[in-house]
């Protein structure tokens, strides 16, 4: 049993280490792609008084099955040394598609 998982360890890595297992497909994201026409203006929301150790995430519009759909803002856990960039629609080749928001020093 122990061999059988160490060998399979190392064919993971192996594959990994080859760029054989990108790292798109090993996670994979919900990350509306394509859309034709732009998503409505973001609504207003309510800025709350801060929160120690918490950073506010604003509400944005996802992209779900065609249409586009509202997540209200949310507090998340401040990252020390780091900033919150918040997700964005972006006009690409083929449609509009949503840039997840992300930690950035």
């Known amino acids: 049993m122990k061999r ?3 060998l399979a360890a190392a064919v993971l890595a192996t594959g990994g280490a080859f760029g054989l297992i990108a790292p798109a497909e090993a996670h ?3 990350v509306a792609r394509g859309y034709g026409h732009p998503p409505p203006p973001p609504r207003h929301e309510p800025h709350p008084a801060a929160r120690r150790g918490q ?3 604003p509400g944005h519009w ?3 099955r065609g ?3 509202w997540r209200p803002g949310y507090w998340q856990a401040q990252r020390p040394g780091h900033r919150f ?3 964005r629609w972006v006009r ?4 509009w598609v ?4 992300h930690w950035t020093r």
């Open 4 to 6: 059988h998982l160490l």
């Open 85 to 87: 960039v918040p997700d």
């Open 67 to 69: 249409r586009y759909d």
């Open 28 to 30: 994979p994201t919900a």
């Open 55 to 57: 950073v506010w995430v």
């Open 62 to 64: 996802a992209g779900v």
């Open 92 to 95: 690409g080749p083929q449609g």
């Open 98 to 101: 949503m840039r997840p928001g």
